[in-house]
């Protein structure tokens, strides 16, 4: 995937991290990243990304 930013933060497994209008939370199965107000968002992973709704 190219070079990686040396400052780059992780977001460990279980925790969240909300970012302007979105919410992430890391979990074994991937990355979700969901819209706080509608719940609309995605699953991110290796496999690649899918829509999901909370």
């Known amino acids: 995937m190219g070079s990686q930013p ?3 933060a992780v977001l460990r497994y279980r925790r969240v991290i909300a970012v302007g209008a979105f919410r992430c939370q890391a979990e074994p199965a991937g990355v979700t990243c969901t819209l706080r ?3 609309s968002g995605f699953l991110i992973n290796r496999r690649g990304a899918t829509r999901v709704h909370t």
Do not use: L, M, V
């Open 37 to 39: 107000r509608s719940g």
């Open 6 to 8: 040396t400052d780059a």
